[in-house]
């Protein structure tokens, strides 16, 4: 069953111009001139229930735009929506009931009063009867650890304490989707973590559908088996996490600090007919370099163990965040790099040839 459905989805925003200087103003109110801009390209997708899927892009990318039409919020130019079976932007009252969403930059709490009469308030918006919203509400607050925070007025509550009552107000009437854009900016590595863990248990618990968007790729990778990565107002990338790292991923470099001094032409013999590139950092520190797809890291080390007695092993690979910003340079996720590693005076060089992806 689908609880996100968009098929060709387009949206443009007539951007005015603006002249220089005082004539310019003056002209301005007479006259005035539009340019057109499109932030969403003609986009479909799918997002199962219970999914959790991580909606990424750079700045301008259209990600916003996107969960704003999803919500109701902007109407579309052109193409089709459909969230929990409604037109969000339609069927409003109807559809906002099965919905929960949070703006990292923006508050649903009232700014001045406590945060449990912000929550009062969203259970008569939200219709919640007395029976279900106690239940609910005592579960949050012990999951969330808000006890100590519903008579606090909103404005004094930190970052990350306000974060966590945001996340409770968007969940009191259960929804059935979650809309999440940037929930954890500027929050400290524990309330990071304890906001992942919860939204995990409540996925698997209540199978809540969650769209999740965020420039911290750490979220994605904690909550998300699958991304949709936007460009430019246009997917570039729909698929799994492990598929991503495995289609651009570059290889592993592991170095080992042996017990004894150690010589390159020896290392290079015992791993003869493998297609890794060793390089020696000092008299006891050697690297060795695995092309993604080439070889196997145990097999590569049991060559070595086997033979020489090694103190220490550290094995690095390419990070999520290198692989992203190495795709939104290219400009295209179809294309895959492939990478010939070279011995120069001793040390591992690497030249990137971009090849079609098969």
Avoid at 11 to 33: C, H, S, V
Avoid at 84 to 105: C, D, L, S, T
Avoid at 204 to 209: A, I, L, P, S, W
Avoid at 220 to 233: K, P, Q, T
């Amino acid at each position: 069953m689908l609880a996100i459905d968009v098929n060709d989805l387009r949206k443009e925003f007539q951007i005015q111009k603006t002249r220089e200087g005082l004539k310019g103003a003056i002209r301005d109110l007479f006259n005035r001139e539009y340019s057109q801009v499109t932030a969403v390209k003609d986009i479909s997708f799918q997002i199962k229930k219970g999914e959790i899927c991580g909606y990424i892009g750079e700045n301008g990318a259209g990600k916003s735009t996107t969960i704003k039409m999803l919500t109701g919020i902007l109407v579309p130019t052109s193409g089709s929506i459909k969230v929990n079976g409604y037109i969000p932007h339609k069927e409003r009252e109807a559809f906002v009931k099965g919905i929960g969403v949070v703006f990292g930059q923006r508050s649903q709490l009232w700014w001045d009063i406590g945060v449990i009469e912000s929550f009062q308030l969203l259970k008569k918006v939200y219709r919640v009867s007395e029976a279900e919203f106690k239940p609910r509400l005592s579960e949050l607050v012990e999951r969330l650890q808000l006890s100590d925070l519903l008579n606090r007025p909103v404005r004094k509550l930190s970052l990350g304490q306000r974060m966590r009552c945001e996340l409770a107000a968007s969940l009191l009437h259960n929804p059935q989707i979650l809309f999440l854009d940037e929930p954890t900016i500027g929050l400290d590595i524990v309330v990071k973590t304890e906001i992942r863990e919860f939204l995990k248990s409540m996925n698997q618990r209540f199978e809540t559908t969650i769209l999740l968007t965020t420039h911290d790729l750490q979220d994605i990778e904690a909550l998300c088996s699958r991304v949709i990565m936007l460009d430019d107002g246009r997917i570039i990338y729909d698929g799994g996490l492990a598929e991503l790292k495995e289609k651009w991923g570059k290889g592993k470099d592991i170095i080992l600090r042996f017990a004894e001094a150690v010589q390159l032409e020896r290392l290079q013999e015992l791993t003869s007919g493998m297609e890794v590139h060793w390089s020696v950092d000092d008299e006891w520190t050697a690297r060795v370099w695995i092309p993604q797809n080439k070889a196997n890291v145990s097999e590569v080390l049991s060559r070595v163990v086997g033979v020489m007695s090694i103190e220490d092993i550290q094995i690095t690979q390419m990070e999520t965040d290198d692989i992203v910003r190495e795709i939104y340079q290219s400009g295209s996720a179809v294309a895959k790099p492939t990478y010939r590693n070279e011995s120069d005076s001793g040390q591992a060089s690497q030249e990137k040839e971009v090849a079609p992806h098969a």
